[in-house]
């Protein structure tokens, strides 16, 4: 299915800078949002349904599970979040970019069920940048840290998955390289189809045949 919008999957492991890179990127480009989640969790301070967060009640969580509804789903400290399906597919389809961090397990989970999904992984410049970076954050014991350096041997192993590697070695270049993918998408062949409609027709360029449902040419 292709749909007007994209949906980015990044995935990276723990320590390499994912989540400040999606956030500086967000802040830059309005168009591309975050995937909201269904939570268990009841909403706190200013936070609307269908904006920060879905919220549902066990009940509903657990028939979505049993469903089949999320991509995926987690228990975190006592309350169930979930990435469903459906509230991807609606975003994508009205075409607003999506963006989503997740595990590099779940982003490959994510390509079988959207095959359009442009998956991105972020490294390290090195290992020994990596541990420093996991040490400078302060929030986990040394024994932690092993395991996370373990869980990253197995994480980069699959790199090859992804159809974008980034190494973010100085932030504003990675930042930079993020962007780029994110605007290169927008320039496809399709999507300048569809965004640009007027300028194609007012330049008599006609939907080659088999080009009806905005197909890609490679």
Do not use: C
Request: aromatic share 8%.
């Amino acid at each position: 299915m292709d749909y007007p919008g994209n949906l980015y999957v990044v995935a990276a492991p723990s320590g390499a800078g994912k989540s400040s890179l999606v956030k500086a990127l967000m802040e830059l480009d309005s168009r591309v949002q975050p995937s909201v989640s269904h939570t268990t969790r009841p909403p706190r301070g200013q936070e609307k349904h269908g904006r920060e967060y879905f919220f549902v009640s066990q009940q509903e969580f657990d028939s979505m599970v049993l469903g089949e509804a999320f991509l995926e789903w987690a228990n975190v400290h006592g309350h169930r979040y979930g990435t469903s399906k459906k509230a991807i597919e609606e975003r994508v389809a009205s075409g607003a970019d999506v963006i989503l961090e997740i595990d590099f397990q779940g982003a490959i989970q994510i390509k079988k069920i959207f095959s359009n999904a442009i998956l991105i992984f972020i490294l390290p410049p090195s290992w020994d940048e990596l541990r420093s970076r996991l040490e400078r954050r302060g929030e986990d014991a040394p024994e932690v840290i092993d395991l996370r350096m373990r869980n990253a041997a197995v994480e980069m192993a699959q790199v090859h998955e992804f159809d974008f590697v980034i190494i973010n070695e100085l932030f504003e270049r990675a930042l930079f390289d993020l962007k780029a993918i994110v605007h290169a998408q927008r320039l496809k062949y399709a999507a300048q189809r569809r965004a640009r409609a007027d300028t194609f027709k007012a330049l008599h360029i006609e939907t080659p045949t088999g080009d009806l449902h905005g197909s890609h040419h490679r």
